[in-house]
């Protein structure tokens, strides 16, 4: 089925979504890759705020090229999601209700998802310069250090995605 949802939203707007449906995501998601969320696990285990409140935000897996003249944002591809999957599971518990990437995840994630009533989506990796066209604005939020692993807040418009593990943790991985 195909979809339109705008983001942050409700867990019971994603608790509608199945593994493979086609969705075009609109408004606020944040970049994370690898740094960042090392970065923000030390941060919880030193008793410290995240740089971003992640309750019912999404997170897009993806460390931008440089933005061309007039652009918000470079090539946009998403990053493979299991780099993420040994931090992943805390923070859907501290409410965390989405994530974009490419690939697999754990079990322990796939659990988590479930858990929190989460979604993951995929995005097509190898089209970051297309995915890039969605994105009308791009802000660093956050680790400014990191460079292009700096969190990002970005607005999307229409931003391709499939649902790839749903709230009820239908993984369209193992279905097809």
């Known amino acids: 089925m195909e979809r339109r949802i705008v983001l942050p939203t409700a867990k019971e707007e994603l608790a509608q979504l199945r593994a493979g449906d086609m969705v075009y995501i609109s408004g606020t998601i944040y970049t994370a890759r690898d740094a960042a969320h090392k970065r923000m696990a030390e941060a919880l285990d030193e008793g410290k705020e995240l740089p971003i409140d992640i309750k019912d935000n999404t997170i897009y897996y993806m460390g931008p090229s440089p933005a061309r003249e007039g652009r918000p944002i470079g090539s ?48 097509i990796g190898g089209a970051g310069a297309l995915l890039s066209k969605t994105i009308v604005a791009s802000e660093v939020v956050a680790y400014d250090d990191l460079g292009t692993e700096a969190i990002r807040k970005l607005t999307v418009e229409n931003f391709p995605a499939i649902v790839v593990i749903d709230s009820l943790g239908t993984n369209l991985y193992e279905s097809i």
């Not at 780099?83 to 599971?89: F, V």
């Not at 518990?93 to 974009?100: E, F, V, Y």
């Open 76 to 123: 946009a591809g998403p990053t493979t999601a299991s780099r993420m999957d040994k931090y992943t599971p805390r923070l859907l518990d501290l409410g965390l209700s989405g994530m974009i990437g490419k690939g697999k995840r754990s079990k322990e994630v796939i659990d988590a998802i479930v858990r929190n009533g989460a979604v993951y989506f995929a995005a």
